[in-house]
C-alpha cells in the first residue's frame, strides 16, 4: 500500500526566509503528486501538481515542487515566504493505476512570523 | 460561483447511531470524492463517484457506504457510528474522475460522536 511522510510537522519562519517541506511517498509503481494547502478558516487548496515531464512543477502563489524519482521525493519550495504562506500544507499521492485513490500525509503547518 | 457544499456543517451522534453526510459538487462537475480526516491527520481516501459509479473505495469498514445521484450530488452514510468516527469528513469534486483532474474541496461536516 501506498505511504506519504511528511517528516516537518511544524515550521516556524521569519517572513522573506527561504522555505522548504519535505515530502516523501512510499509506491513502486508510477505517481501522481500534489500539494494542497490550508489556510486558516478555508478549505484546502491545490497549490500544484506533477503528472509526468519536467520534474520541477510551479504553482500559484510562488512555489514551486522538485519531483525527484530516485529519492520517492516531492518537496515543496518558495524562495521568500510572507506572512500570509501561514497555513498547513499537506503531500498527497494518487497511484496512476487507481486514479481514486489518493493517499495524504498528515500535514505541516508553516508559520510565518512577520 | 458556488464551490462545492457540504451539508450539514456540524453535527452531533451517539454510538450506535446512523448519519448520513450530503455534497453538492460544482456544477458541471461529474466526480465526488470522500476523506475523512481526524484531528492531527491527512485526509483519508473513503470515495470516489463518477458518474453515479463507484470507481475507488479506501480501506474502510463496510458500515461507511455512499451513493452519487443523476444530478451528481452524493450522500456518505455511516452505520453504528464509533466514537472513533469523530472526524472532520470532506467532500471533494472534479470534472472528469481521472487522475488530471483536479480536485476542489468543500469546507467538510464535522460528526461528533458521543
Known amino acids: 500500500a501506498q505511504s506519504v511522510s511528511q517528516h516537518n510537522h511544524h515550521v516556524i519562519l521569519s517572513e522573506a526566509a527561504s522555505l522548504e517541506l519535505g515530502c516523501n511517498y512510499s509506491y513502486g509503481g508510477t505517481v501522481n503528486l500534489f500539494w494542497y494547502v490550508q489556510y486558516p478558516g478555508q478549505h484546502l487548496q491545490l497549490l500544484l501538481k506533477?503528472?509526468?515531464?519536467?520534474?520541477l512543477v510551479k504553482g500559484i502563489k510562488g512555489f514551486e515542487a522538485e519531483f525527484i524519482k530516485s529519492k520517492f521525493s516531492f518537496n515543496l519550495r518558495k524562495p521568500s515566504v510572507q506572512w500570509s504562506d501561514t497555513a498547513e500544507y499537506f503531500c498527497?499521492?494518487?497511484?496512476?493505476?487507481?486514479?481514486?485513490?489518493?493517499?495524504f500525509g498528515d500535514g505541516t503547518t508553516l508559520t510565518v512570523k512577520p | 460561483d458556488a464551490g462545492v457544499t457540504q451539508s450539514p456543517t456540524h453535527l452531533i451522534k451517539t454510538r450506535g447511531q446512523h448519519v448520513t453526510l450530503r455534497c453538492s459538487p460544482i456544477s458541471g462537475h461529474k466526480s465526488v470524492s470522500w476523506y475523512q480526516q481526524v484531528l492531527g491527520q491527512g485526509p483519508q481516501f473513503i470515495f470516489q463517484y463518477y458518474e453515479k459509479e463507484e470507481r475507488g473505495r479506501g480501506n474502510f469498514p463496510d458500515r461507511f457506504s455512499a451513493r452519487q445521484f443523476p444530478n451528481y450530488s452524493s450522500e456518505l452514510n455511516v452505520n453504528a457510528l464509533l466514537l472513533g468516527d469523530s472526524a472532520l469528513y470532506l467532500c471533494a469534486s472534479s470534472m472528469i474522475g481521472g487522475v488530471g483532474a483536479e480536485a476542489f474541496f468543500g469546507q467538510g461536516t464535522r460528526l461528533t460522536v458521543v
Open positions: 498527497a499521492v494518487i497511484p496512476n493505476t487507481n486514479a481514486g485513490k489518493s493517499t
Open positions: 506533477y503528472f509526468s515531464g519536467d520534474p
